[in-house]
């Protein structure tokens, strides 16, 4: 069955569109944003789904307005941007490297972006900006370390996974060694920021979030087709006129500030970049990048993840990270076998 048309605007314009992939990110979308009203609804103070939207639009009584808007809508925009970041970064390191392994998770660097957390409270006992800054600077620092360490005539995939798999364990050892030398309360602030959760977030943490996505989403699509070009190798994509190092770069850049701006964000939520694509690969069955559904499947997945943490352990309340760690790290081992037995690991 053909799922790709070519569309022919007046002006003799052709756009090739994947049918399926399509009404997958669609499908998702409204996944996403069915679980966004469902979750604003849920809490102590419980607001029914029509009500909800009455809230958003500013036709409902008081009370629910200032709940919605003020005190849960954050916490879901949040969730959407972080999941949808995570997604996007993981897809474009998971091309980039020609590995389902290859994410950020992988790599090091959440762990990178923690260390930069951990060196805030610890040390200066930072405040909540500082924190997020401190997060932003170490997963850039761990980002430019991994590839200036797998650069040799350019990067390659397995190197760059290999090398960042070493680099995560050093960063990991001195993220311990950092927690030893903090005294209790800087301690319990930072094992609570290291589990990620979206518990308490703001307007604050949207803002940025959103403008670094608008920024980067539209540079990162505009650049798809030299990845999708890249993922047949670079000697074909160097045939075929795409300038390989330099996109390369670019979407290596574009990759790692989308994981640490959503981890300055969230804390370190663990295994949405490295399942959102393959999820999203499997649904649309399409051997390219999967930028789009990959974020809209990220976004999903965060919101959905949201919503279990706070309903399906009864009184007791998780973070966000704990329920993506548990699903993310059983997806890992089926991964990891299924690779094994195909015979590329």
């Known amino acids: 069955m ?5 569309f022919r605007t007046p002006g003799g314009l052709s756009v090739r569109l994947d049918v399926r992939a399509f009404t997958v990110v669609v499908l998702l979308l409204v996944a996403a944003l069915t679980a966004s009203v469902v979750l604003i609804g849920t809490g102590d103070y419980s607001i029914p789904a029509g009500d909800v939207l009455r809230a958003l639009v500013g036709d409902g009584n008081p009370g629910q307005e200032f709940i919605v808007t003020e005190l849960r809508l954050p916490r879901v925009l ?45 040390l200066f006992s930072g405040s909540a900006t500082q924190v997020t800054v ?98 047949m190798g670079d000697d074909v994509s160097y045939a075929l006129g795409v300038r390989v190092e330099r996109v390369r770069l670019l979407l290596m850049v574009s990759a790692v500030l989308l994981t640490a701006g959503a981890t300055a964000a969230a804390g370190p939520v663990g295994f949405v970049a490295l399942t959102a694509p393959q999820l999203a690969r499997r649904l649309t069955r399409s051997p390219g990048p999967n930028l789009l559904p990959s974020m809209t499947m990220g976004a999903t997945l965060l919101v959905a993840a949201d919503w279990a943490s706070q309903r399906v352990f009864g009184a007791d309340q998780l973070p966000v990270g704990v329920v993506t760690g548990v699903l993310g790290g059983v997806y890992l081992l089926w991964l990891l076998v299924s690779e094994r037995r195909a015979g590329r690991i």
């Open 2 to 6: 053909k799922t790709t048309r070519t």
């Open 78 to 122: 949040v969730g959407l941007l972080v999941g949808a970041s995570l997604g996007l970064g993981g897809a474009l390191f998971q091309s980039v490297t020609r590995n389902p392994l290859g994410s950020p998770d992988v790599l090091g660097l959440g762990q990178g972006s923690t260390a930069g957390a951990l060196v805030m409270i610890v």
């Open 134 to 231: 401190g997060a932003l600077v170490g997963g850039l620092v761990t980002g430019l370390a991994i590839y200036l360490l797998a650069w040799k005539q350019g990067v390659h995939g397995y190197r760059l996974v290999l090398v960042g798999i070493g680099v995560s364990a050093v960063v990991t050892a001195v993220n311990g060694y950092l927690l030893t030398k903090a005294d209790i309360v800087d301690a319990t602030r930072a094992i609570v920021w290291m589990t990620g959760s979206l518990n308490g977030r703001d307007w604050d943490q949207v803002w940025p979030l959103l403008l670094m996505c608008a920024v980067l989403v539209p540079l990162v699509l505009g650049n798809a087709r030299g990845l999708r070009m890249m993922e």
